[in-house]
């Protein structure tokens, strides 16, 4: 009887074993790269931030540079916006490693991701779908040109998602401050 017993639990023990539990889940670890020139050296960015929004759909995006680093999305039709990010990016900081990574916690899908470079004045969205089984880190390398004018695209759907890049945001230009008088108000006439 105790054999059985016995036997009765190991069998159940193995039983529970065989259900693992199975996550999407996913550490997005994101190494952003600065080109400066064309065929210059890449250099590390030490200054990105991440966010992410849970968008239910691809149909979000982010208008300009200022409301990225607003952390504001606004939906394809321009009618509704969202200005508190689901997951904050932190930094990350691999073992015995002096690259700047940022670090977002993703748990649901699709994850709408900026990635902002305060440097460069330019930031990078990324649609990321979880849809792979245990996969705790997923690492990704972002290579930033602020040389290039136009929008552009890095990365693959088959190596985590296709970033969508926006060339450096024009310097603002300074307001006058008040009281201060402009070229026209200061010209006299001399005769």
């Known amino acids: 009887m105790r054999c059985r017993l016995l036997i009765l639990c190991s069998a159940a ?3 529970v074993g065989c259900f693992k539990s199975v996550t999407k889940d996913t550490n997005l670890v994101i190494k952003t790269l600065i080109q400066e020139k064309s065929g210059a050296d890449n250099a590390l960015a030490t200054d990105t931030y991440a966010y992410a929004y849970y968008t239910g759909t691809d149909k979000w995006m982010v208008a300009s540079y200022e409301d990225a680093v607003a952390r504001v999305v606004t939906d394809s039709l321009g009618v509704e916006r969202k200005t508190i990010p689901d997951v904050e990016g932190v930094p990350f900081v691999r073992e015995d490693d002096t690259n700047y990574y940022v670090s977002l916690p993703l748990n649901q899908s699709p994850a709408l991701v900026v990635l902002v470079a305060p440097s460069v004045r330019m930031y990078a969205t990324l649609f990321k779908y979880l849809n792979v089984d245990n996969i705790h880190e997923t690492y990704m390398t972002l290579l930033l040109h602020p040389w290039k004018k136009a ?10 998602g296709v970033w969508n890049i926006i060339p450096p945001a024009p310097e603002p230009t300074p307001e006058p401050e008040q009281g201060e008088n402009t070229e026209n108000e200061n010209s006299t006439t001399v005769e």
Not at 151 to 160: D, F, L, S, V
């Open 151 to 160: 929008p552009y695209t890095e990365g693959t759907a088959q190596k985590g």
């Open 13 to 15: 023990l193995l039983f």
